[in-house]
Nanobody, 127 residues
Framework: QLQLVESGGGLVQPGGSLRLSCTAP????????IGWFRQAPGKEREGVSC????????YYADSVKGRFTISRDNAKNTVYLQMNNLKPEDTAVYYC????????????????????WGQGTQVTVSS
């Protein structure tokens, strides 16, 4: 069973940057769409950004457009989420998820459509 591992979370001041990584030991992520989702206390899990397996097309939530960048390095079997100009409202547990049935990330970057999940990594933006 595909298991995902996130890393890179931490505490950062507003305006700072973090880069999250998602990998899957023993599995090749090339054929999976990958999504980054987040869940803040008391809130539902939401889609932050997704990247397709086929043409590299991407989706970003409006709240992170222009600040976050998703990318994949197939040679390293890793998907990244570069987060710049972080804001306190970005504070959440961030999860990566994978699914090979996702055909259009722009319309399908929703938690219920992804079948494999990591354990999450905490991102805290605070001064």
């Amino acid at each position: 069973q595909l298991q995902l591992v996130e890393s890179g979370g931490g505490l950062v001041q507003p305006g700072g940057s973090l880069r999250l990584s998602c990998t899957a030991p023993g599995f090749t992520l090339d054929y999976y769409a990958i999504g980054w989702f987040r869940q803040a206390p008391g809130k539902e899990r939401e889609g932050v950004s997704c990247i397709s397996s086929s043409d590299g097309s991407t989706y970003y939530a409006d709240s992170v457009k222009g600040r976050f960048t998703i990318s994949r390095d197939n040679a390293k079997n890793t998907v990244y989420l570069q987060m710049n100009n972080l804001k306190p409202e970005d504070t959440a547990v961030y999860y990566c998820a994978a699914d090979w049935g996702i055909t259009t990330v722009q319309a399908m970057c929703v938690p219920d459509l992804f079948g494999s999940w990591g354990q999450g990594t905490q991102v805290t933006v605070s001064s």
